[in-house]
């Protein structure tokens, strides 16, 4: 219990130290989201653009290309195999970068489990974000899936695992 409380008070850490986000992170789920993130990363040409799982590298490179990203801002990243897993595989790399607020871009729909999700993970390592959501017309995911998905994110916390192995269609 005491390391939850140490999630609040790193996020505020964080968010005093860098009030202003200093990376974008798009969490994969179809091209609009890299579309989007392209023409948002326009309006932010300082910085570094990370994708977690999202389309073929050769459609997303395309994509970036085409809004003038130069290639050295994108980092395209394929270790994630679900939501819990596109925080826990990065968060070192934007520790070991100083990285301490990130814009965080998904589908509405998405972005309640997500927000979740990044609270504990990126939270507990000193990392606060602002979301940004892309307008869907999809229904909010289920309570379940986020309570799961928290439950997924303590796990990590507490033991450097995320429990994606336990079971096949965990997205």
């Not at 005093?16 to 890299?34: C, D, F, K, V, W």
């Not at 290309?65 to 897993?85: N, Q």
């Not at 990285?99 to 990044?118: E, G, K, N, V, W």
């Amino acid at each position: 219990m005491v390391l939850l409380s140490v999630i609040p008070l790193r996020i505020a850490i964080a968010s005093y130290q860098a009030p202003y986000p200093q990376a974008i992170l798009t969490l994969g789920g179809g091209s609009n989201r890299e579309k989007f993130t392209a023409q948002f990363a326009q309006q932010h040409p300082t910085l570094d653009i990370w994708v977690s799982s999202g389309i073929a590298p050769k459609l997303a490179q395309n994509i970036f290309h085409d809004a003038d990203i130069p290639k050295s801002r994108l980092h395209l990243d394929y270790r994630a195999v679900d939501t819990v897993t596109n925080f826990t595989s990065l968060v070192f790399e934007f520790k070991q970068r100083h990285i301490q607020h990130l814009y965080l871009i998904t589908s509405d729909f998405h972005m309640p489990r997500a927000a979740s999700i990044a609270i504990l993970v990126l939270g507990s390592q000193g990392i606060t974000f602002t979301s940004i959501s892309i307008p869907s017309k999809q229904p909010r995911e289920s309570t379940v899936h986020i309570l799961r998905d928290i439950g997924r994110s303590f796990f990590w916390i507490v033991s450097g695992r995320t429990g994606a192995s336990l079971h096949p269609n965990i997205n």
